[in-house]
């Protein structure tokens, strides 16, 4: 996608942290927190899908469909 949307500001720098990579690093933590429980997967894509609604919806699935 051409239009990259922030998620938030990093500390301790302020740099912005973009959707798409809020999104892959809470869902690499979510698997491997689900997979404690046998539910990677599960995590894996609740990560992916945490912030549903925040954005656009072409954005957010053009995201998404990537990792299906």
């Given at each position: 996608?051409?239009?990259?949307?922030?998620?938030?500001?990093?500390?301790?720098?302020?740099?912005?942290?973009?959707?798409?990579?809020?999104?892959?690093?809470?869902?690499e933590?979510?698997?491997?927190?689900?997979?404690?429980?046998?539910l990677?997967?599960?995590?894996?894509?609740?990560?992916?899908?945490?912030?549903?609604?925040?954005?656009?919806?072409?954005?957010?699935?053009?995201f998404?469909?990537?990792f299906?």
């Amino acid at each position: 996608m051409d239009t990259e949307f922030i998620a938030h500001y990093c500390e301790p720098d302020k740099k912005p942290q973009s959707v798409q990579k809020h999104l892959q690093e809470v869902s690499e933590a979510a698997c491997i927190f689900a997979g404690k429980v046998g539910l990677s997967s599960i995590g894996e894509l609740g990560g992916l899908i945490h912030d549903f609604g925040k954005y656009p919806l072409i954005y957010f699935f053009s995201f998404v469909v990537q990792f299906i």
